[in-house]
Antibody, heavy 120, light 106 residues
Framework: EVQLVESGGGLVQPGGSLRLSCAAS????????MSWVRQVPGRGLEWVAN????????YYVDSVKGRFTISRDNAKNSLYLQMNSLRVDDTAVYYC?????????????WGQGTLVTVSS | DIQMTQSPSSLSASVGDRVTITCRASQSISNYLNWYQQKPGGAPRLLIYAASTLQSGVPSRFSGSGSGTYFALTISSLRPEDFATYYC?????????FGGGTRVEI
């Protein structure tokens, strides 16, 4: 069974940092692109970043470029999102999602999400 | 960046109704379009990818159509468990943009 379990969310002050983790199981993690998607409570979905299995390609939404860093450890079947210089508008539930092997992206498995609250 | 515009933003329907949700892309995206369903408190669920291919395990009452800039998600006969919010998402190029969502309610 495919499982994605996020952790690391919490309350942080503006300008602070947080590192999210996503533990993957039940599939060949090292073969898949992986994505982070966020959702402000009560609002729509926003794709944040994705990463090729070998780390050779990485993409970000403009609003997080230079502040967030996606990374992965294939030996540990884990995906990460390092979030620096956090802003109030980064407050959201952050989902880890399994992306493609090849071809166009689609997110066929999602974690339960972890809430990040940026507030003073 | 590609903009995805869904309509309507919400709709009221009854069990058994045929429901169609549309999604327009700001530029041609071929068939690089996915549809998701999200219920309150839950993670999104992939329904359709590549505009018209049904994801494994998704009931056949869901169907997708379109290419280029205009796409549609149709539920042929609405069931109680289909009341949810639906999102389109382009997979043509990064950033991978979602539509604003369509809430289907009673």
């Amino acid at each position: 069974e495919v499982q994605l379990v996020e952790s690391g969310g919490g309350l942080v002050q503006p300008g602070g940092s947080l590192r999210l983790s996503c533990a993957a199981s039940g599939f060949a993690f090292s073969s898949y692109w992986m994505s982070w998607v966020r959702q402000v409570p009560g609002r729509g979905l926003e794709w944040v970043a994705n990463m090729r299995p070998d780390g050779g390609e990485i993409y970000y939404v403009d609003s997080v470029k230079g502040r967030f860093t996606i990374s992965r450890d294939n030996a540990k079947n884990s995906l990460y999102l390092q979030m620096n210089s956090l802003r109030v508008d980064d407050t959201a539930v952050y989902y880890c999602a399994r992306d493609k092997i090849v071809g166009p992206s689609n997110f066929d498995y999602w974690g339960q999400g972890t809430l990040v609250t940026v507030s003073s | 960046d590609i903009q995805m515009t869904q309509s309507p933003s919400s709709l009221s329907a009854s069990v058994g109704d045929r429901v169609t949700i549309t999604c327009r892309a700001s530029q041609s995206i071929s068939n690089y379009l996915n549809w998701y369903q999200q219920k309150p408190g839950g993670a999104p669920r992939l329904l359709i990818y590549a505009a018209s291919t049904l994801q494994s395990g998704v009931p056949s009452r869901f169907s997708g159509s379109g290419s280029g800039t205009y796409f549609a998600l149709t539920i042929s006969s609405l069931r109680p468990e289909d009341f949810a919010t639906y999102y389109c998402q382009e997979s043509y190029k990064a950033p991978l943009t979602f539509g604003g969502g369509t809430r289907v309610e009673i």
